[in-house]
């Protein structure tokens, strides 16, 4: 048991000073998310299901904020790199830059602006329902 708790440090320190390491165990979180829903046949993205493993770890403590902070702000600084092949296909399909360009741009920022509003209110209606229950 003392050789299992010492591993287990050791991880977690080699983690936290790694950010090489921090984007291998989120690339496994997305990897096992992929693998539950193949083997289960959901329809969701194997990346949805990898969050949830990881913000089940965080809300249960068995997983601190600072085993993924250094590799996630590295990925997030470099998130423009992940869309230069988006913006390249958009050059090899000139018609979206026409009247279907125009009516996709407007699902897309219809979208957004429906996501950001269902959130903000949801945001804004369990923080009246914490305050109200917390006093």
């Known amino acids: 048991m003392k050789t299992l708790r010492s591993a287990s440090i050791v991880v977690r320190r080699a983690l936290r ?8 165990l989120l690339a496994a979180f997305s990897l096992a998310g992929d693998a539950a829903v ?3 046949g959901l329809p969701i993205p194997g990346g949805v299901i990898g969050m949830l493993l990881v913000l089940a770890l965080l809300a249960s403590r ?3 904020v600072g085993m993924l902070r250094r590799g996630s702000r590295l990925l997030l ?3 423009l790199l992940f869309f230069v092949p988006a913006v390249m296909s ?5 018609e979206l830059l ?3 360009g125009v009516k996709l741009l407007a699902v897309i920022v219809l979208g957004t602006l429906l996501v950001m509003s269902v959130t903000a ?3 804004d209606a369990c923080y009246r329902w914490s305050t109200r229950h917390a006093a």
């Open 17 to 24: 000073g790694s950010r090489l390491l921090q984007i291998v």
């Open 62 to 64: 068995r997983m601190g």
């Open 90 to 94: 958009l050059l090899d399909h000139g």
């Open 98 to 100: 026409g009247l279907i």
């Open 77 to 79: 600084a470099e998130m």
């Open 38 to 40: 193949r083997l289960a």
């Open 121 to 123: 209110l949801t945001i």
